[in-house]
C-alpha cells in the first residue's frame, strides 16, 4: 500500500500543470491551426506563408501555404523522418519559443488571437490567429 502512494505521489509530481496559455494554443482537440501574420513597415499585418499546431506533447508542426484558409504542408522534414518539431512557453517571461529557436514575447492574447513580438533583432511584431479546419 505505501508503495503504491508512494508512486502516485511521485507520478503526480512529475505532471506538469499547463498554463492557461499553453491549454489555448494546444491542439490536441478542437482540429485548429495558427496563422501568422508579421506587421509590415507600413503598421499592417500581412500573411507571411507560416502556419503551425501545437501539440500538448511539446511538439509543433511548421507549416506553409498559400492560402492563409487552407491548411498547408509541411516546411521541414526532420531526419528521424516526421515533421514535428519542439515548442516552449516560459510563464515567467512570458515567451513563446518555437522552430528553429524563435522566442516571442507574448504582449497579449484572447482564445483565436496572439500578439507578439520577437525578441532579438529588430523585434518585429506578430499575431497568430486561429483557423479551425473545415
Known amino acids: 500500500m505505501k508503495k503504491i502512494i508512494l508512486i502516485s505521489l511521485v507520478f503526480l509530481s512529475s505532471c506538469k500543470n499547463e498554463s492557461l496559455f499553453e491549454q489555448s494554443l494546444i491542439n490536441d482537440k478542437d482540429n485548429t491551426y495558427w496563422v501568422e501574420f508579421m506587421m509590415d513597415s507600413t ?7 507560416r502556419q503551425s499546431v501545437f501539440f500538448s506533447n511539446s511538439r509543433l508542426s ?3 501555404s ?3 484558409d487552407r491548411i498547408g504542408t509541411p516546411q521541414v522534414k526532420l531526419i528521424e523522418g516526421g515533421n514535428q518539431e519542439k515548442w516552449s512557453y516560459n510563464e515567467k517571461n512570458n ?6 529557436r524563435t522566442t516571442f514575447k507574448i504582449e497579449r492574447y484572447t482564445k483565436d488571437t496572439i500578439f507578439m513580438k520577437l525578441t532579438t533583432g529588430r523585434k518585429e511584431k506578430f499575431i497568430m490567429i486561429r483557423k479551425r479546419l473545415k
Open 43 to 49: 503598421g499592417n499585418y500581412k500573411y507571411n506563408k
Open 62 to 64: 511548421s507549416l506553409s
Open 66 to 68: 498559400e492560402n492563409e
Open 95 to 100: 515567451t513563446l519559443t518555437t522552430s528553429y
